[in-house]
Every structure is written in C-alpha cells, then in structure tokens.
C-alpha cells in the first residue's frame, strides 16, 4: 500500500486485505488492524508468549490460505491473494517472523482465445457510442481497461485538437501497474474517428474531466464506469451475437474483455520492444528504448494497417500514397538543401581565403603609402629650406656684387660661381644631419 502508485493496485489490494480482516475476526477471532501492537506485546512479556502468539498467527494464516485455494480462484490470482497477505503481515505489520508459502510457479487455466477483425466489428456495430468508443480505444492502443477508465481530457488534449493521427495518450504512472514508469500510447484513426464523435455529444470538457463517463449519472456509484461495468457491456454482446457462450459461475468464457488487448499484442506488426511500451509491460527494454516521440510515431504507423479493424477507404488509401509522396518530396528537398549547403559552405571558404590575401595585399600596401607619405613630407621639408637657401644665396650674390662693383661678365660669373659652390656644399652636408637626427630620435 505505500509503495503503489496505481489506483487499481491500491483497489485490489484495499479489497484482499478487507476479505482477510473478515475471514480473520470470524474464524480466528484476530482483528488485524491491531496485530502489530498485538505482537509488540506478546514479544515484551517474553520468549514463550512471542511463540504462542506467532503459532497461533500462523495457523490462522494456512486455514485462510486453504479457504482462497477452495474458491475457484486460478492458481495466478491465488498467488495474487497470498501475497497481499504476505506483504500486509511482514511489511505493514512488522511480523517478519512468520513463513507464508508463496506458490513459485503459475499458469494460466483459462485461455482467451483469438479474436478475429470480423467478430471485432461486429460488436462495434451493435455497441452504443461510448462502448463503441472504448472497446475501439483498446483495440487500437492495448491498454487496460483500468487505465482506458482512468484518462482525462488532458492526456489526449494535444494531439486531439490538432487532429493529429496516430493520436497520442499520456500515460502517467499513477495510471499503470505499479513500478511502471509514466509513457505513451496511440490510437489510430478509426479510434479517433468515433473518439471525436463521443466527445462531441458533452457540452464542454476540461482538462480534468475524464473521457468515460456514466451512462447513468444519476445511478453511479463513481465518476466513471467501474471495470466491471465495461466488461459485462462486453459480455452481453458476445452472449447475444452468439460468438460465444456461457460455462457457469467461475468458469470465464473464452472471448473476454481482455481479447481486445490481446488483439493488440497479436496484430501489432512492429519491433516488439515498441509493441510492449505501448502495452505498458515492463521490460529490460524499457532501459534501451528510444523515447522520442517521433519516432514511436512512425512504428506505430507501419503497424496500423495490420491491426486496423476497418478497412481503409479510397479516401484513406490516396491519402496515405499523398503522404508518402510529401515525405519522398521533403526528403528530396532534404537532399537537395543538404548537397546546396555543403556548396554554399565551399564558396564561402574560398570568399574567406580571398579577402584573407586582400586584407594582407592592404595591409602591405598601406605600409608603402606611409612610408611614401613619411618620403614626400621630408621633400616638402628639403624642399622649403631650400627655397630659403637659395633665397639667401641669391641676397649674398646680389651683396656681393654691390660690394664688389662688379660690372663685367666675366666678374658675374665668377662671383656667381662662387656662391654656387658654396650652396652646393650646404645641400651636401644637410641629409647627413637629418640622418643623425633620426638615429637620436627614440
């Protein structure tokens, strides 16, 4: 009980021990509810009442024990029973010390034969909208039926209103056997189908509320149909379609509820570790198994045709070639942008390496224009002082030529020559000062 997270476990469990606790008060006299202090008590007086205490425990136990072998139970719920106890009495009780024999080995008695696609939609002819909607459901997803009575509008919200086939089931751990972790499951589109025609009869649906409602609210005793409602809803059909017939109380006919989800394991044409995800059977592959939806998607789809009840229409058939041709086209496209890409990705390379050469062609040549700036800005300034020089080589001539009253040819020329050879010589030592100049400069 504490460590169950599924509502069936827990009924199932309420229900055994409540059956124990009556069996145990009118046979035994023991209330069980105080077995524990009971024990307690027995074990702080001493070593001979903890003993009485434990053998007369025991012996009750072994006669109820015989009691559930003698109820025509099979020899799997047998075991189902024993080990409730077993678990109440050493886990909720704390009485580790007494030996409940577990049966080790089962099999099944009654076996529930094949059902075919034919009798299937026979019942879903004769069956009202809602047991038709369920009886699909389960067919198409192999889901029990607990957990089929258990969904909410927001387990299918996503995938239901955008109309998306295979439609999605959230599966939440409360609503699987225990230790199952939480997953998924699919319908098809037949069960979506009649789903959207059931949920279109409710005036409004929340989140919260369930799928399967009573068809008597009035007279219900839950939220829901019970487990057993939906089954005897089966019952009856098969009874009165002649599929099958009637053995007498506790011997369980041969097309059961339970054929639809084995319908679903039989006809399910997929890997098997998909198969019993879906199924919600624990398995090593549940460590493996990819969990994305996508791709669950896609195994069920290649499956549904071989479990679908119904055939497809022509409709469904262009619809489905229409769709295959979208995914050939999208893969094609695919292809094409990938190989478009890859050439893409190529030219740019090459761009890259272009203007890496362009940037260092740049880079040098803007070395050559600072050093051609850095050589015209020293001309402009030789260039000026120059100018100056001449201009004072010129007033010394002209001095000169005053001073000298020079008035022949053959004088001017002599003089100018003079002064010439001097300017020569100051334009000759001025680039050995600028040398020297630059060396000083840090």
């Given amino acids: 009980m504490k460590v169950s997270n599924s509502e069936a476990t827990r009924k199932t469990y309420q229900q055994r021990i409540i059956a124990f606790a009556k069996y145990m008060q009118d046979n035994s006299k023991i209330d069980i509810e105080l077995l524990k202090d009971a024990y307690r ?75 075919s696609k034919e009798e299937i939609k026979t019942i879903l002819e004769h069956a009202g909208l809602r047991d038709r909607t369920f009886f699909l459901m389960m067919a198409e997803s192999g889901l029990r039926p607990s957990t089929l009575l258990g969904l909410r509008y927001k387990y299918i919200k996503q995938d239901f209103e955008k109309n998306m086939i ?17 997953r998924f499951s699919f319908v098809g589109e037949d069960a979506f189908k009649v789903l959207k025609e059931y949920l279109s009869t409710r005036k409004q649906i929340g989140d919260n509320d369930f799928l399967f409602l009573p068809e008597r609210p009035s007279t ?17 059909l098969v009874l009165k379609l002649g599929l099958d017939t009637a053995l007498g109380r506790g011997k369980p006919k041969s097309v059961r509820l339970y054929n639809l989800r084995k319908y679903f394991f039989n006809n399910m044409k997929c890997d098997s570790a998909y198969r019993n995800y879906w199924f919600c059977h624990k398995s090593i592959d549940d460590h493996y198994i990819s969990t994305q939806e996508d791709k669950h998607r896609e195994e069920y789809s290649k499956g549904y045709k071989f479990l679908r009840v119904f055939q497809a229409t022509d409709t469904d058939v262009r619809l489905e070639a229409l769709t295959n041709e979208l995914k050939a086209t999208k893969q094609a496209l695919a ?52 100018l100056k020089d001449f201009e004072k080589f010129s007033t010394g001539l002209f001095e000169k030529l005053a001073s000298k009253g020079v008035i022949a040819r053959e004088d001017l020329d002599t003089t100018f020559s003079e002064s010439w050879q001097e300017l020569l010589q100051k334009l000759k030592e001025k680039p050995t000062k600028e040398k020297q100049e630059e060396k000083q400069k840090p």
């Fill in 41 to 115: 008590e027995a074990k702080y007086k001493g070593e001979m009442e903890r003993e009485k205490f434990l053998d007369k425990l025991h012996d009750a136990i072994e006669d109820y024990v015989c009691f559930v072998k003698t109820q025509k139970f099979t020899n799997m719920h047998v075991k189902l029973v024993v080990s409730i106890v077993s678990s109440y009495i050493r886990k909720g009780c704390g009485i580790k010390d007494v030996e409940i024999d577990i049966p080790k080995r089962t099999f099944p008695i009654f076996h529930n034969r094949d059902i």
């Fill in 166 to 182: 295979p439609m999605k089931i959230e599966l939440p751990s409360e609503l699987l056997k225990d230790r199952i972790e939480a």
């Fill in 220 to 236: 219900a005793k839950g939220e829901v149909p019970s487990e057993s409602a939906m089954s005897n809803k089966f019952n009856r």
């Fill in 335 to 386: 292809e094409k942008d990938e190989s478009a890409h890859a050439q893409y990705e190529k030219e740019l390379e090459a761009i890259k390496t272009e203007n890496k050469e362009l940037k260092a062609g740049l880079e040098a040549v803007g070395g050559m224009y600072e050093r051609f700036e850095h050589g015209l800005n020293k001309m402009e300034k030789l260039h000026d002082e120059t």
